[in-house]
């Protein structure tokens, strides 16, 4: 391989402060909702996208799309979060093929506690410690990371549209 272009010093530097905070943020994250909810951040991001859909339900593999999770990784914590009262699977009434998600009432009441607690550990550990210019510029280099990532757009949460 003669023909690697090796990142330079500027860039090296930033991209081992990305790979830092992709390893670091999952963590501390993941000890907030575990200490105060008992969930992992990632059946509280399923438990938020249904909590934003239409009637609170999502086919299973829209909301696969809207978490980037594969559908096996979906269905183990659907089950997880079935047996915790907060999510209901049910037959697709427009295709009987394809099963939908759906937030029950303990399942939106347990987004809704939770919320406050997740948001302030968001704030105090990524948006408060930036200027409205860095929040501004954040957004504009993760949209181009993205764009790289997931061309197709199939991480598809509300917050991607805005």
């Not at 990142?7 to 943020?25: H, I, P, R, S, T």
């Not at 099963?99 to 408060?128: M, Q, S, Y």
């Not at 504009?140 to 197709?152: A, G, K, Q, S």
Request: hydrophobic share 45%; charged share 25%.
């Amino acid at each position: 391989m003669t023909d690697v272009r090796w990142l330079e010093k500027d860039q090296l530097n930033a991209w081992m402060k990305f790979v830092a905070v992709v390893e670091l943020l999952p963590g501390v994250l993941d000890t907030q909702l575990q200490r105060d909810a008992e969930l992992s951040h990632f059946e509280y991001f399923v438990l938020a996208m249904l909590s934003e859909a239409p009637n609170h339900t999502l086919r299973m593999t829209a909301l696969a799309a809207s978490t980037n999770a594969t559908l096996p990784r979906l269905s183990h914590v659907a089950s997880r979060l079935e047996k915790k009262g907060y999510v209901e699977r049910t037959p697709c009434v427009e295709d009987k093929r394809a099963t939908n998600a759906h937030l029950t009432e303990a399942g939106f009441a347990k987004v809704v506690a939770t919320a406050p607690g997740h948001v302030a550990t968001v704030r105090e550990n990524v948006i408060d410690p930036l200027t409205a210019d860095d929040v501004a510029d954040l957004d504009r280099i993760m949209r181009r990371i993205l764009d790289t990532l997931d061309p197709e757009h199939k991480f598809n949460s509300p917050a991607m549209r805005g």
